[in-house]
C-alpha cells in the first residue's frame, strides 16, 4: 500500500533465503510492523524486460529502511568486482536511507576476503548486530524497526513486551535470576554473554530497554515479582476428574513468577497428575519412566501459551487437565498469516512476543523456530496418541492433548468409599495418589498431588489408610519418620491400578 514505508531486505542470493521469508512473514504478520512497513524481496518480482541490478537498486531508491543480512559469502561479481549486495550497500548510502546491518555467526575468519572489507565499512559506519538463529534475528529486527519508527516519529507508544513497564526499575529484577538465564543460554545455544554480566549490559543485549528503564518482557523474565506488575500473567492450573469443569475443584493452583518459572511450575503440576509407567533397568542403571502424555509434548504447549499470549489482556493463561484430555488456553489471537491449518504444515515462527520468545529459545524452552506444533503431532503420534488440535475460539487460542484411552477410567473406576476407601477399591482421590507412587514417592509429591498442606493430617488421615488396607507401603518400614522414606505400590496396588486405572482389557 502506498502509505506503508518499503522495506528492502538485501543479502547474497543463495544465503539466507529461509531468513529473509521468515523476516517477510514476521513484518506482515506483525499487528504493530504491518501498519508501518511492506517488505521487498529480491525472489517475488516478476520476470521483466530489466536487468535485475537495475531493479535492486531502483528498490533501494525506494525503501525507507535498507535491511542486509551478511554472512560467509561476498556473491557473483560484475565487472568491477562488486556483489549486488555492496551496490546495494553503496546505493542506500548514498540515499541517506535507514541501514540496518545484521551479521550471521561470530567467526568472521571463515568469510570471503571481501565480504570482510564489507562488514568492515560497515561497521565504520553505524551499529552491527549478530545474529546465530531465526528467531534471534526476528527480534533484533523488531527492536531495530521500533527504535526506527519511535525516533521518527512514527510510532508514539511502543508495542507492549517493548514498552517500559510502568514503575519498574532495575532494582525490581533479579541479578541472580538473570544469571541462571545467561548460563543456560551459554550452555544450550553458546550465547555470547556470561553469567555475572551487569544487568545493563544483558539487557541492552536483549534489546530490553525503553530509553534505560526495563520493558514489560524484562519483568516478565527477570522480575523479583512480575505479578507486582502484571498481575494477570500469572498462570491458572486446575484439574477435574471429569471431562467437564464442574465446582468444586479437585485441585486448583495459581502459579506466580518468571515466564521461566511460570512454564516449570505449570509443567511440575501437568506430570503430576497423570499416570507414569517405570520400566526396568536392563538397559541401564536408571528405570526409564514413562508418562501417559510425553513430556516434551505438555511443556510445548505451556510454553506456546507463555511465549505466545496477549500480555495486554486481562485474562490469563490457564492450564486444565481433565480424564480425557489436557486444554492449554491463552488469550490473544493467531497472528497472520498463520492459520490454524498452517499449524499442521512446516511454517514460519511468527511471534506475537519475539523480546520474550528470543530468551526462551535461547533457554532451549523453545526449539527451532516454527517447529513447536509440529513438534507436539510428531510426538504425539509415536506415543500412539490422537494428533493435538489446535483452535481459536473468540479471544483465546486453545490446545488439546489427548490421554489415552484408559485415562479416562481415573473418573470411573469402582468407589465403594469417599473418604479413605474400602479394601475392594480406593476413593477417588486415592487413586491419584496410587497413580503418583508409582515405583517411589516422596510425602510431599503425594501432599502436591492431594491439594494438602498440613503434613501429620495428611499422613493420618490418608497415607495410613492406604497402608492399612493394602494399597502402598512404606519404603523404610522400620524408620516411619525418616527425611529419606518414600512410598510405592503394593504388588495389590499395581494389580488394581492395571485392571482398573491403565486401560487394559483383563
Known amino acids: 500500500m502506498s502509505d506503508k514505508q518499503r522495506l528492502f531486505i538485501s543479502s547474497v542470493q543463495k544465503e539466507f533465503a529461509a531468513e529473509r521469508r521468515a523476516l ?20 517475488d518480482i516478476a520476470a521483466a524486460d530489466r536487468r535485475a541490478d537495475d531493479v535492486y537498486l531502483a528498490e533501494v531508491d525506494r525503501c ?100 517500559a513497564c510502568p514503575g519498574a526499575t532495575l532494582d525490581d529484577l533479579s541479578d541472580e535470576k ?10 544450550h545455544r553458546g550465547y555470547v554473554l556470561s553469567p555475572g554480566t551487569p544487568m545493563d549490559k544483558a539487557l541492552t543485549h536483549l534489546n530490553l530497554l525503553d530509553r534505560g528503564r ?57 506430570m503430576s497428575k497423570i499416570a507414569r509407567a517405570v520400566g526396568t533397568r536392563a538397559a541401564g542403571p536408571a528405570a526409564p519412566v514413562d508418562y501417559e502424555l510425553p513430556r516434551e509434548a505438555v511443556a510445548e504447549a505451556i510454553v506456546n501459551a507463555i511465549a505466545h499470549r496477549d500480555y495486554a ?34 511454517h514460519a515462527s511468527i511471534p506475537h512476543n519475539p523480546l520474550i520468545a528470543e530468551p526462551l529459545f535461547l533457554a ?5 523456530a516454527g517447529t513447536g506444533t509440529l513438534d507436539m503431532i510428531a510426538l504425539c503420534k509415536d506415543a500412539g496418541l490422537p494428533p493435538p488440535q ?22 470411573e473406576v469402582p468407589m465403594e468409599g469417599t473418604e479413605s476407601g474400602t479394601k475392594s477399591g480406593p476413593s477417588r482421590d486415592q487413586v491419584e495418589i496410587l497413580v503418583k507412587a508409582g515405583n517411589g514417592a516422596a510425602l510431599t509429591d503425594l501432599m502436591s498431588v492431594a491439594n494438602r498442606t498440613n503434613r501429620t493430617k495428611f499422613r493420618d488421615q490418608v497415607i495410613r489408610p492406604l497402608i492399612e488396607q493394602g494399597w502402598l507401603e512404606m519404603t523404610l518400614p522400620d524408620k516411619p519418620r525418616s527425611s529419606q522414606q518414600k512410598y510405592r505400590l503394593t504388588a495389590k496396588g499395581e494389580a488394581w491400578l492395571k485392571a482398573n486405572v491403565a486401560g487394559e482389557d483383563a
Open 364 to 368: 532451549r524452552y523453545i526449539e527451532k
Open 178 to 187: 538473570l544469571s541462571d538465564f545467561l548460563g543456560r543460554a551459554q550452555r
Open 64 to 163: 525507507a529502511v535498507y535491511v542486509a543480512l551478511l554472512g560467509n559469502d561476498y556473491g557473483h561479481e560484475d565487472a568491477e568486482g562488486l556483489s549486488p549486495t555492496e551496490r546495494e550497500f553503496d546505493r542506500a548510502t548514498a540515499q541517506g536511507r535507514e541501514r540496518l546491518i545484521f551479521l550471521a555467526g561470530h567467526d568472521d575468519s571463515v568469510r570471503h576476503p571481501k565480504m570482510r572489507a564489507l562488514i568492515l565499512n560497515a561497521g565504520e559506519q553505524l551499529i552491527r548486530r549478530r545474529f546465530a538463529s531465526i528467531p534471534e534475528l526476528i527480534a533484533a529486527l523488531y527492536a531495530s524497526l521500533v527504535e526506527y519508527l519511535e525516533r521518527s516519529g512514527a510510532l508514539r507508544t511502543g508495542p507492549f513486551d517493548a514498552a
Open 390 to 411: 489446535f483452535r481459536q475460539d473468540g479471544g483465546e487460542f486453545i490446545q488439546t492433548l489427548w490421554r489415552p484411552k484408559g485415562a479416562t477410567r481415573l473418573a
Open 24 to 43: 517477510k512473514e514476521f513484518t506482515h504478520g506483525d499487528p504493530l510492523l504491518k501498519r508501518f512497513f511492506e517488505v521487498f524481496l529480491f525472489e
Open 214 to 270: 526495563p520493558s514489560h518482557a524484562a519483568v516478565l523474565l527477570f522480575g523479583k515479582a512480575p505479578q507486582r506488575f502484571l498481575p494477570s500473567s500469572e498462570i491458572k492450573c486446575m484439574h477435574f476428574h471429569g471431562t467437564e469443569v464442574r465446582k468444586p475443584i479437585p485441585s486448583y493452583q495459581i502459579y506466580k513468577g518468571t515466564v521461566f518459572e511460570l512454564a516449570n511450575q505449570a509443567l511440575d503440576f501437568v
Open 313 to 346: 489482556s486481562n485474562a490469563s493463561v490457564q492450564v486444565m487437565l481433565f480424564a480425557d484430555r489436557l486444554e492449554i488456553r491463552n488469550p490473544g489471537q493467531l497472528p497472520a498469516p498463520l492459520t490454524i491449518e498452517k499449524l499442521s504444515r512446516p
